[in-house]
């Protein structure tokens, strides 16, 4: 097919409120380079009509490696008995904030395992302290909380919460999840809505089972959700999990995600991750940004604990400190015609209705979330 048939079918699924299932699997079988440049061309016109030019900067600190899961994919599972394991008091994680704020980055994401121990009313004093003497966007990453929990930290300041579905598929999820629940993630992402979040969600790709049909799914699953900030990463085999004999994802169906989540999410922020950033030791989050990705997120946590948040082996800017991995970020945007925007970063719902597109949140509620994400 010539890449004019391929812009049709980018247009079908860019306008599409249920995009066809044939035609997103057609975009995921390209192999030829020519449809693949149509493709990322074209989401990479919809980044820049919809979320424009800025890099988004968000500033991360990873406040503990503890976690009580098994994930199959993940070096942070509770079986890993190598890994030594650390929590930053609040002390510790209030100095990180101040870098970040140093730097002029307004948004902190505070992320950490699913610890079973995780005091909510300590995490609400963190949230708190945080927000005491900083105007900036706060956004956690703690994994599945009990609604309340939700609601304590919500009205502490938080402002954003992310949480990936890393599979839209059931029968794969509860493979890759002992002990968790797709429909229990489903819950924590509508309370989460329904308590006013900017919520985030996401995958992986190249897990093992995974087939171009669970990859559509996801895609369908993100437009559903109508999500404020979507995340598309590889899979990097760990040696400390069941998963460390398989191949990592493929970089290349990782920018066709990507460009397809633009395409069908145009507003949602999306990050051209870390874990783009250390496929086969190349940082290619340039391909991310090129394909539609819109945020990067420097690591602001303590250089003598950032090793042990080791999701996935050799997680790219361990060795850098966060002034010199914000300046490599001014460096990779400056070269490709863009730049870094400082800015808060909300969700285009809060803050603009984009040109030509309704708020995703119009076409799925936050009340409605449940029903769409199960639909
Ligand atoms: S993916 Fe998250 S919840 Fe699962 S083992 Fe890793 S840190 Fe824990």
């Not at 790709?205 to 590889?234: C, H, N, W, Y």
């Not at 066709?256 to 069908?264: C, F, S």
């Not at 190349?282 to 604990?305: C, K, Q, S, W």
């Not at 460096?331 to 800015?343: E, F, K, L, S």
């Amino acid at each position: 097919m010539a890449s004019s048939g391929i812009e049709t079918i980018l247009e079908r699924i860019h306008a599409a409120e249920r995009p066809d299932r044939a035609d997103l699997s057609r975009i995921l079988r390209i192999a030829d380079p020519v449809e693949m440049a149509s493709l990322t061309g074209y989401a990479d016109a919809v980044r820049r009509r919809f979320v424009g030019n800025g890099v988004l900067l968000r500033g991360i600190i990873e406040f503990s490696n503890v976690c009580r899961n098994t994930c199959q994919y993940c070096g942070l599972n509770r079986r890993n008995t190598r890994l030594a394991r650390y929590r930053l008091s609040r002390d510790q994680i209030l100095t990180a904030v101040q870098n970040i704020c140093g730097a002029g980055i307004k948004t902190i994401v505070l992320q950490s395992g699913e610890e079973d121990n995780l005091d909510a009313d300590w995490l609400r004093e963190v949230i708190a302290g945080i927000r005491s003497f900083l105007d900036a966007a706060v956004t956690l990453c703690v994994g599945e909380r009990s609604r309340e929990e939700y609601r304590i930290w919500k009205e502490a300041g938080a402002d954003r919460y992310l949480l990936k579905i890393e599979t839209s598929d059931p029968g794969l999820y509860r493979g890759l999840h002992p002990g968790m629940s797709f429909e229990n993630r489903t819950r924590c992402l509508e309370d989460l809505a329904a308590l006013g979040y900017q919520v985030g969600s996401g995958n992986l790709v190249g897990l093992k089972g995974q087939t171009v049909a669970s990859l559509a799914g996801d895609l369908e699953f993100f437009k559903r959700g109508g999500f404020d900030m979507i995340s598309v990463s590889p899979f990097i085999p760990h040696s400390q999990t069941p998963l460390a004999g398989e191949p990592a994802g493929d970089l290349e169906m990782t920018v066709k995600m990507i460009a397809l989540t633009r395409i069908l999410c145009p507003t949602a922020h999306i990050p051209a991750s870390t874990a783009i950033g250390s496929l086969h030791g190349r940082d290619e989050r340039p391909r991310a940004l090129a394909a539609g990705a819109n945020v990067i997120m420097p690591n602001f946590t303590p250089g003598d604990v950032r090793r042990l948040y080791d999701i996935y082996p050799g997680k790219a800017g361990c060795d850098l400190t966060p002034q010199r991995g914000v300046a490599a970020v001014e460096r990779m945007a400056t070269a490709m015609g863009r730049w870094v925007d400082y800015a808060r970063g909300d969700a285009l719902r809060l803050t603009r209705t984009a040109p030509g597109q309704d708020s995703p949140r119009e076409a799925s509620s936050d009340a409605g979330l449940a029903k769409a994400l199960y639909n």
